[in-house]
């Protein structure tokens, strides 16, 4: 059983050795960094970290010339994953805002039916933690915004602490994803539910960052708003769908 993880990262120097590892201690998990030209040296870390032996051999990294958005960082990640023949491939923030120990939590998940298991805020055990009212009120307004426009049951579409079977990622033209922030968060989950795979959520503790600073900007929510829009209007099996004219 092969599990990838994959973490983005621009400027994740203070956290990047440590989640690291910490993804690492647990049991069949490899970890690909892409960094997105980081200035503060957060690659030169994962170098330094590769050749540790008890880390050897189970930590890629995949280094691009600037910064071109979470959602172009995963795909490449998910092209890394399907071609490495990996069973399952997660997506995980560096900042510990996602427990490593979850990981387990959500492969276990796959295993026992889920296509696709989703690291939740919004469902019954799930929480965040030192959020303001405000970021509380635009979160859970926006999941509620998505959920009544593309009818979809799943709670925290926004989320992005996601384990995906290789065999979803495989089905999908990856090329026709097109958003990047919370838009890609969405539009992945919603082409996944559109063709048909299975999507569970798994209660989780989403803790903001303690070290570095959030990538979070208004037009990454502005897209989110308006890409759900453009979701809708598709014939998602014809789009996205490989093998489909």
Not at 45 to 63: C, K, M, Y
Not at 92 to 110: G, I, Q, Y
Not at 182 to 207: C, D, N, R, S, W
Request: proline letters at 2%; charged letters at 25%.
């Amino acid at each position: 059983m092969k599990h990838l993880v994959i973490i983005p990262t621009y400027k994740e120097r203070e956290n990047i050795a440590a989640i690291t590892r910490a993804v690492l201690k647990l049991k069949d998990m490899e970890v690909l960094v892409v960094d997105d030209g980081s200035p503060d040296g957060t690659a030169d870390i994962v170098r330094e970290l590769q050749d540790e032996a008890p880390l050897s051999g189970r930590l890629h990294l995949i280094e691009r010339a600037g910064k071109m958005g979470l959602g172009t960082a995963y795909l490449e990640g998910f092209k890394f994953g399907i071609e490495g023949g990996y069973d399952f491939i997660n997506e995980m923030d560096a900042d510990f805002s996602h427990n490593p120990a979850d990981l387990l939590r959500l492969r276990e998940a796959c295993i026992k039916g889920a296509d696709v298991s989703i690291g939740s805020r919004y469902v019954k055990g799930g929480n965040t933690e030192n959020w303001s009212w405000l970021r509380k009120f635009i979160s859970q307004g926006g999941s509620l915004y998505v959920r009544i426009l593309t009818s979809m049951s799943v709670k925290d579409p926004t989320a992005g602490f996601i384990c995906y079977r290789t065999e979803v990622l495989r089905s999908i033209d990856l090329d026709k994803i097109e958003f990047t922030g919370y838009g890609f968060q969405i539009e992945m989950k919603y082409v996944a539910h559109k063709l048909g795979y299975t999507i569970v959520e798994v209660p989780i503790l989403f803790k903001e960052r303690e070290l570095g600073v959030s990538k979070m900007n208004i037009s990454i929510i502005s897209e989110a708003i308006k890409g759900v829009f453009k979701l809708r209007s598709r014939n998602i099996r014809k789009y996205y769908a490989l093998g489909q004219d």
